[in-house]
């Protein structure tokens, strides 16, 4: 293989050459493993502790946000509803296979809820034990959001892909954001800091790893598709030593879904262990904030202690002159909806909860002949992509099913450009947040990926696989990895993220995004975050 200027279509990244990513979206073919995970005892927030900055979550943009105050000389407190998956259960390992999922695996489920939930077929979901497990399948009326819950957030689950939109897409990303600041200081400083990196040209030419990626490379060519490397903050010497059997493997036995056990650089080695280096920082895994209301001395913040079933097992009440919201877009959308609903931020404004949208997640399948295989052995990590965005308003990533056997399929989680957005509102009869997004509304999606992958059928005389989402399903239409919006920046807050009507609010996360990064979301939030926290230690610290 070589990187032709074919492919070389001018995707900003981490070097000259141009790339576009799709997610790491993976198979769960199900063994149930019954391994008891230990909990951990951490050093926890004190109830009543009156404290200079809260930051309400652990993923990206409470990480750059947490890193950058205790660097300025803040001391933060960071809260974290998930584990701190920092200690190895009962077979050594902190993190469970993707194909032996167990209680570690999914958010307080007694069953799990994998994104392909059939195989050949036959539905692959297994009954496991209630935990405070690492992959939370967050179900609303018309989609299902699958998300990251503990100390790193949607790192801790998520595919590593790691890019850097294309600048002239920047408008429809952030459009009230200069591309001139993000492009030449926070993208680069993002990038940085996550340790982004690509797979070595040669080594993917050769390895048995990525067969399945050579494929989908070749059927892309086959149809005239400009194909992408994508850059990731995989190890990627990790995985070489992986493949010549020289360290325990990690993305070539399948890891990634629920954690990644070596070779992916998630926060807890980035923006985290930086954190725990300030020694400013105190991080408290498994408390979930429920409220946060106007109080003498800026916000009183409640905060429920869980037990690893999930239930409250202690209430603590904390006073911080700053709060920042970085719980993800749902968390974060949940939260603000909630609390201005019930009169606890009534003042917040009416954007809270709107522009919603699902980054236009899409999957699916193609069955190969049975002279193209795509390899019993596939990396986790996808590292191609196929780039119709101009023409067909679609990216996909060539990704893989790591089963173990022979599948003869090309699977792909394509990133579509979509109009729909929902909204969050409260349901108070219920007493929870709904979101009004509607199944149908991915026919975009669908129609946005078939360009795409109706041409390669044509082309390659296949057929879709209609085995993997139900019976005779093509189409992963329930679900995104890549919920964005909710408190759309210079809507729901100010163009840095500060919340309209209550000073000393802040969002850093996901829900800043208007529904769309054009391509996978993580770097932009990073370089969002990173943009906002020096602004807001420049003028309101
Ligand atoms: P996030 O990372 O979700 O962090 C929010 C944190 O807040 C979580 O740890 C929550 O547990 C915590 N939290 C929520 N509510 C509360 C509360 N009330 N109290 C305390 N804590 C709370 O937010 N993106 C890419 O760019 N490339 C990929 O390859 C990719 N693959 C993905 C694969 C999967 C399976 C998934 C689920 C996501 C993937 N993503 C990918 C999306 C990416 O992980 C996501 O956009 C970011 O993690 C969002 O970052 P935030 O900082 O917004």
């Known amino acids: ?16 050459r141009s790339f576009m990513a799709g997610t790491g979206s993976i198979l769960g073919a199900v063994a149930l493993g019954g391994v008891a995970p230990v909990a951990r005892a951490a050093t926890s927030i004190a109830d009543a502790a009156v404290v200079p900055a809260l930051v309400i979550g652990t993923g990206y943009g409470g990480s750059v ?9 803040v001391d933060v407190h960071m809260v974290e509803m998930g584990m701190a998956w920092d200690t190895p259960g009962a077979d050594g390992k902190i993190f469970a296979n993707t194909t032996t999922p167990d209680q570690r695996s999914f958010w307080l489920r007694t069953r799990t809820k994998q994104p392909l939930s059939n195989f050949l077929g036959f539905p692959i979901d297994k009954t496991i034990p209630k935990y405070t497990g690492i992959l939370d399948a967050e179900e609303f009326a018309g989609i299902t959001v699958y998300q990251g819950r503990g100390v790193g957030g949607g790192s801790l689950v998520n595919g590593g892909m790691a890019v850097t939109p294309k600048r002239e897409n920047f408008a429809d990303v952030l459009p009230t954001v200069n591309p001139d600041e993000m492009y030449n200081t926070y993208y680069p400083r993002a990038n940085a800091e996550l340790g982004v990196g690509l797979i070595r040209p040669a080594w993917f030419d050769t390895t048995d790893a990525y067969q399945y990626a050579r494929v989908g490379r070749k059927h892309a060519q086959r149809s005239n598709f ?26 070539l036995a399948g890891e990634i879904l629920y954690g990644n056990n070596y070779g992916k650089k998630s926060l807890q080695k980035s923006y985290i262990s930086k954190i725990r280096a300030t020694g400013r920082v105190t ?20 905060i429920e202690q869980l037990n690893t079933t999930g239930d409250p097992i202690a209430v ?23 609390l201005k609903a019930t009169g606890a931020l009534p003042n917040l404004n009416g954007e809270v909860g709107k522009g919603w949208g699902d980054n236009g997640n899409v999957m699916c399948g193609r069955a190969n ?34 089963t173990g056997i022979e599948t003869y399929a090309s699977f792909y989680l394509s990133i579509t450009r979509t109009p729909n957005r929902a909204q969050f509102t409260w349901n108070a009869a219920a007493g929870k947040v709904d979101l009004n997004w509607q199944t149908a509304w991915k026919s975009v999606s669908i129609n946005a990926a078939k360009t795409i992958f109706d041409k390669i059928n044509s082309k390659e005389g296949t057929i879709y696989r209609t085995d993997l989402f139900g019976v005779y399903k093509i189409w992963g239409d329930h679900l995104t990895y890549h919920p964005l919006g909710g408190a759309v920046l210079n809507k729901a807050t100010d163009n840095y993220g500060r919340l309209q009507g209550y000073p000393g ?10 529904g ?8 932009t939030i990073t370089a969002l975050a990173e943009r906002n926290i020096e602004k807001i230690i420049a003028t309101d610290f």
């Open 1 to 16: 293989m070589t990187h032709t200027t074919t492919c070389d279509n001018g995707f900003e990244g981490p070097s000259r």
């Open 65 to 73: 946000t947490a890193l950058r105050l205790a660097q300025a000389g």
């Open 226 to 251: 400009p194909y992408v490397f994508v850059p990731t903050v995989y190890d990627w010497n990790y995985m070489e030593q992986e493949a010549a059997g020289t360290v325990p493997k990690s993305a």
């Open 283 to 302: 991080i408290s895994p498994l408390h979930r904030v429920v409220s946060v209301v106007p109080a003498t001395g800026g916000y009183k913040v409640t």
């Open 316 to 338: 603590k009440e904390v006073t911080a002159a700053k709060v920042f919201f970085a719980a993800g877009s749902v968390g974060t959308s949940k939260l603000l909806v909630k």
């Open 369 to 402: 002949h049975l002279w193209d295989p795509t390899g019993a052995l596939q990396s986790s990590i996808p590292t191609l992509g196929i780039d119709n965005w101009a023409a067909g308003g679609a990216f996909a990533e060539v990704a893989p099913l790591p």
């Open 505 to 514: 609010l802040y969002v850093t996360d996901g829900s800043l995004i208007p």
């Open 516 to 523: 769309c990064t054009v391509v996978n979301p993580f770097v």
